[in-house]
């Protein structure tokens, strides 16, 4: 098991590095001749106005608040999962009650309009 | 000789091995060196794919949408990409003013690199993976949000109103569909009692696909919204904001968000063949290796294509539809069928067919269920309120005014 | 040898990355530091042979923890910026006392020899699937089990509670 | 070998960075950062503990992963409501410095 996250280790780095070198070496080979109104901000032709990191709506943050329990539940299910063939059936149904559990959250937000996009 | 001829590339791997330990090295610096090889082979091989799959790519779509693709450089136009490759390397880069240097050029590396790490638990053969990592199912989730990360920082390293609204879409985009993915992913590992990718392959003596038609629909459908095509190209909706996240970047930096889109699309038909349609499992594939490695191109290929043909073909989604599609249907849909599939399969006995009987049943059920409700929802609407937009057609009663005709 | 020498790169790049976070003026980048903390720590789960939580460590924490305060960052933006002091006027009597409960705790782990053990047995490929009928066995974690899923499912309620704008509330 | 003293003193540095962090930072999200570091260090803790004396099968080693994830648990159901709460009142008062926050004092 050593061995296998050993290669992923060095795997991760070297899936940064190739393209980091290439960036480096396209950086090279391509002309290098800034302007002043080349490098100002794309805003379709007009120049930008008051702060750029203008405030956003909150919507996008209950979108990722979902996501976070429900990325949380993983550590939980996915052992189960792997113990799947080794339990009876009431592990597995403390599992969907564990699911259902779940869902009464996303149940919840979707009845205060929380989904809604708006 | 007989193991070059039916497993080459494992006799390849032997035999570096081999030529390592000729040379009375440690045993660990042998393993570290072959590892790096290896890696660094892999690695360089799936970016040097993506030149012949953007190919493919564009030749196919051209073909669906009833043009030629290109055709110019080259016999049938494969020179085309290798001419935009040394194309985009030439390019200058250009940084806006007031980018946040480190996380604008961090980005793209990050987006791509994402989607190669993917292929370092990918079994291809019998013989032939990267690492069989035990934990490979949640390895390639935790990946994924790595990818996310990258989009992130491109978007708001650029100092761009609409880069940053872009990536925040992309992002609500990419979160959303994850969950779907995850819960559907339960379910082969359900089956094969392992996260480990190479276990699942031989767990399937029948595909998953059989045993679970919904859930690789899923899974199907959200790794097509966590790869950002069409229908779920909202992230870069030229129409709606400029280009997303990279506005503002320009040549290879650029080019490398496209990278890794074209190899993650490879890459999600490649995962779905190994986790549903049995990977390298095929007639005579435990005698010969080389053709399981066949035959998971060839199911991967079938998959790729209908990756394009979905792409090719379907508009863009809306916003609120792409999110409601996520969080309405595929995420209660997803937990109902790992509920199910659970409760059924355990109460199933240990009979391979009976299995596959009940659950084809169960999963028949789910569906059916789905479209009943899905059909009462639908009549249970306020018909849609009509906007009542200036007439081009004039009331009866009023004159018709001719169009002045131009004096000729 | 080769391993203690990764181990005090990857214990450095964590350290410095989780001082950057609380020291450093813009609240964007203390995020990224946070992220690369995380990561370390991930590496450290790693090193440790919990391949399990090592993933876990980057799912949940880089791919939506992270996430999330890289959005609330986003969403506050407007008031927290990087003008202005971002520590409080009496760092120094905090940083006394930190020093001082680290030293202290430093001198009581090197102190005591049960510290100085190496690694046991390595764990077995099998441990997950031990978790797993250990997570639902009555008589172990079957109620830990349920009710963490009750507490993620309070924190969803409360959270998208608190954050839901209300129609006509206060802007 | 690396001795089991290392990691703890990893963590233990990690969680006094996190105290410091949530001493002295004004900004609450920068506040909850730092709790997170905390939450860190714990488990790199419990995962250093269960590797070195509780990983042989005899120990009952799914104890400590047990707790790893009630750890983890509590860091996310944290984050959520913290960050709910920092929005809200952001919103409210227009602003995320922790002493400015006394809507209790009344």
Known sequence: MQNDLLYIGIFMLIALFIPGIAIVIAGVLGPKRPAPIKNAAYECGIETVGETWVQFKAQYYIYALIFLVFDVETIFLYPWAIAYNAVG?????????????????LGYAWRKGALEWQ | MNSFLTDP?????????????????????????????????LATLSLLLVVFLIWVERKIGGRVQDRLGPNRVGPFGLIQPVADMLKIFTKEFITPDGADKVAYNLGPILAVGAVIMI??????????????????ILYIIAVGGIGTLGIIMAGWGSNNKFALLGAFRAVAQLLSYEVPMVVSLLIPVMFAGSMGLNEIVRAQTVPFIVLAPIAALIFFISSIAENGRAPFDLLEAESEIVAGFNVEYSGLKFGFFFVGDFLHAFTIALLFSVLFLGGWNGPGADSMPILGFVYLMIKTSLMYFLGLLIRFTLPRFRIDQMLALNWKLLVPLSLVTVSLTAIVDKLAMNNIWVRVIVLL????????????????????????????????????????VQPETPAA | MPMQIFFLIIAAVTLISAAMVVTVRRMMHAALWLVLSLFGVAVLFAMLESSFYAVVQVIVYIGAIAILVIFAVML??????????????????ALVAVVIAFGGMVVLVLSWSRFQVGPGTAPSELLLLDFGKALTAPNQFAIPFEVSSVLLLAALIGSIFIAVERKGGQK | MIPLSWYVIVAVAMFCIGLFGALTRKNAVAILMSVELMLNAVNINLIAFWRYLYADPAADPTRALAFVAIVFVAAAAEVAVGLALIISAYRQRNTVVAEELDLMKG
């Open chain 3, 76 to 93: 506050t933006r407007h008031m927290m910026d990087d003008t202005g002091r971002q520590i409080a006027k009496n760092w120094w009597a």
């Open chain 2, 361 to 400: 049943l169960v999963n028949l059920i789910i569906w059916l269920s789905l479209q009943e409700i899905m059909e009462r929802v639908y009549r249970s609407r306020p018909p849609r309120r009509t906007v009542n937009y200036p007439r081009l057609k004039p009331e009866a009663d009023e004159p018709v």
């Open chain 1, 89 to 105: 059936i009431w592990a597995v149904l403390e599992a969907v009650l564990f699911i259902f559990i779940l869902a009464g959250g």
């Open chain 2, 9 to 41: 590339i494992g006799f390849l791997i032997l035999w570096f091995y081999s030529v390592l330990r000729g040379w009375n090295l440690p045993e660990d610096l042998v393993v570290l060196i072959a590892f790096v090889v290896g890696a660094f082979t």
């Open chain 2, 119 to 136: 292929w370092a638990v990918v079994p291809f053969g019998i013989t032939l993976y990267g690492s069989n990592l035990n934990v490979g």
